[in-house]
């Protein structure tokens, strides 16, 4: 048998130990928490991406202080949102 496989009658075993031990209360409170993340659409990734482009093409020529701020307010979510957007294509 190779480390890490588990028989059929001790796979039964342990379905019935984890079966006793489920709490039903738990798992649907838990459930309820769980909320899927929003998946990244095209169109917002290259929404934010020209907002990014902008904020930081006019922060660079008017070096004033609330576009530098909103550039850098809207620079992550756009890194996050196109590197996510990047995963989804790659992993399907």
């Known amino acids: 048998m ?8 001790e ?3 342990l379905e019935e ?4 031990l489920r709490d039903r209360r ?6 309820a928490f769980h909320l899927p993340p929003p998946r990244p659409r095209p169109r917002t990734a290259l929404f934010l991406l ?3 482009v902008t904020f930081m093409v006019t922060g660079i020529v ?8 909103a550039f850098a307010a809207v620079w992550p ?6 590197f ?3 995963c989804r294509w790659t992993d399907g």
Request: glycine letters at 2%.
């Open 2 to 9: 190779a480390a890490g496989r588990l028989s059929d009658r």
């Open 11 to 13: 796979r039964r075993v």
């Open 17 to 20: 130990i984890e079966r006793a």
């Open 26 to 31: 738990l798992d649907r409170r838990l459930r």
């Open 50 to 52: 020209a907002v990014s």
């Open 62 to 69: 008017t070096s004033e202080p609330a576009v530098i701020w």
């Open 77 to 82: 979510v756009t890194l996050v949102t196109v």
């Open 84 to 86: 996510r957007l990047l």
